[in-house]
């Protein structure tokens, strides 16, 4: 069924909009995934805020003019899904790369982050990217750890203190 010329500019525009307040693209051919295998990745998907689109190539082509994302024009070709990362960089590469593990019909094309295009051999230097929460932690730790060990070492003063009263009371006692 072809789809009208309204109907193509609405989707256009729609993942233009996606594309453009997206963090990360992760690009992936979806041959010989099942009906209910999209429907449990786009289930996935919705958890991680992550946006998956199948569209038309010439039309994807069209809707990443003017973006970031400008740089996969080339990569658009065969079945394609666009999983467009709304919040936390590395989600989409983490969610297609453990959808991928679990089947072998369904390859990660390309992905791209910054107006960058990476090969799907990078996709682990996306998809082990901290999330918000997990790099908050770190910057957390980081930032408590010197506030800790000066407590720690203001503390350790009196206990030297307290231990050399000791010695000096133990030896008193056994010289007596």
Request: glycine content about 6%.
């Amino acid at each position: 069924m072809a789809i009208r010329l309204e109907d193509k500019k609405a989707i256009v525009a729609e993942v233009n909009e996606t594309a453009s307040n997206a963090l990360s693209l992760v690009i992936a051919d979806y041959r010989g995934v099942t009906s209910n295998g999209m429907s449990d990745l786009r289930a996935k998907a919705r958890g991680e805020n992550v946006s998956l689109r199948v569209v038309r190539n010439t039309l994807a082509k069209r809707a990443v003019e003017g973006t970031e994302y400008e740089c996969v024009r080339e990569v658009l070709v065969g079945p394609t899904i666009l999983a467009f990362s709304m919040e936390d960089p590395g989600a989409a590469a983490r969610l297609l790369k453990d959808y991928a593990k679990g089947n072998d019909k369904f390859e990660i094309k390309a992905l791209a982050v910054g107006g960058d295009l990476l090969g799907a051999d990078q996709i682990d230097r996306l998809a082990k990217l901290p999330t918000r929460d997990q790099a908050l932690a770190m910057l957390m730790s980081v930032m408590q750890a010197p506030i800790t060990k000066l407590a720690r070492t203001l503390n350790e003063v009196p206990s030297k203190v307290t231990r050399a009263v000791a010695a000096v009371r133990d030896q008193k006692q056994n010289a007596a």
